[in-house]
């Protein structure tokens, strides 16, 4: 990773562990609890608001920045981090869970789709259409009755 890309993500860590929020979380999984912790995977989950252009406007759970450690992949911890936030948004009180997945991003798809997220909107940037990026696809996924509110 550059690193000026890595000190944006560090400041923009800081911010947001620093802005308490009631409904703002960071999970972080680990491994080990001696001298050589690990940093395994992390995600963030916190409430957006829905666009000016829908009415009635409303709040709703996103989680963004999950990242497993390469070598950790395929062990269950994505979908650990993942159970834990839809954990935490049905205490919240809500009864579905969003987030952003890159298009070509086929290995996070098929794990989405697999815990049950569903695609809701292909979105179009600029730089899908002139540099031919990768769209992204927001996805939902509806929280089982007895973890809302």
Same mark, same amino acid.
């Given at each position: 990773? #550059?690193? &000026?890309?890595? +000190?944006?993500?560090?400041?923009?860590?800081?911010?947001?562990?620093?802005? @308490?929020?009631?409904?703002?979380? =960071?999970?972080?999984?680990?491994?080990?609890?001696?001298? #050589?912790?690990?940093?395994?995977?992390?995600?963030?989950? $916190?409430?957006?608001? !829905? @666009?000016?252009? =829908?009415?009635?406007?409303?709040?709703? @759970?996103?989680?963004?920045?999950?990242?497993? %450690?390469?070598?950790? #992949?395929?062990?269950?911890?994505?979908?650990?981090? /993942?159970?834990? =936030?839809? *954990?935490?948004?049905?205490?919240?009180? &809500?009864?579905? +869970?969003?987030?952003?997945?890159? *298009?070509?991003?086929?290995?996070?798809?098929?794990?989405?789709?697999?815990?049950?997220? $569903? !695609?809701?909107?292909?979105?179009? $940037?600029?730089?899908?259409?002139?540099?031919?990026? !990768? %769209?992204?696809?927001?996805?939902?996924?509806? /929280?089982?009755?007895? %973890? !809302?509110?």
């Amino acid at each position: 990773m #550059r690193p &000026f890309w890595r +000190l944006g993500i560090y400041e923009d860590m800081r911010h947001r562990l620093r802005t @308490p929020s009631p409904h703002y979380v =960071c999970l972080v999984a680990g491994q080990g609890w001696q001298e #050589r912790d690990r940093l395994v995977g992390i995600v963030e989950m $916190t409430l957006r608001a !829905s @666009p000016i252009w =829908c009415v009635p406007t409303h709040q709703y @759970p996103y989680i963004s920045n999950l990242a497993v %450690r390469s070598e950790f #992949r395929r062990q269950g911890v994505a979908r650990q981090l /993942l159970a834990t =936030c839809e *954990e935490i948004a049905g205490e919240w009180g &809500f009864s579905n +869970l969003y987030l952003h997945v890159l *298009e070509n991003n086929h290995q996070a798809r098929q794990l989405y789709g697999k815990l049950g997220y $569903t !695609s809701l909107q292909v979105e179009e $940037t600029w730089e899908s259409w002139l540099m031919g990026r !990768s %769209r992204r696809l927001f996805l939902r996924k509806h /929280l089982a009755a007895s %973890r !809302s509110a």
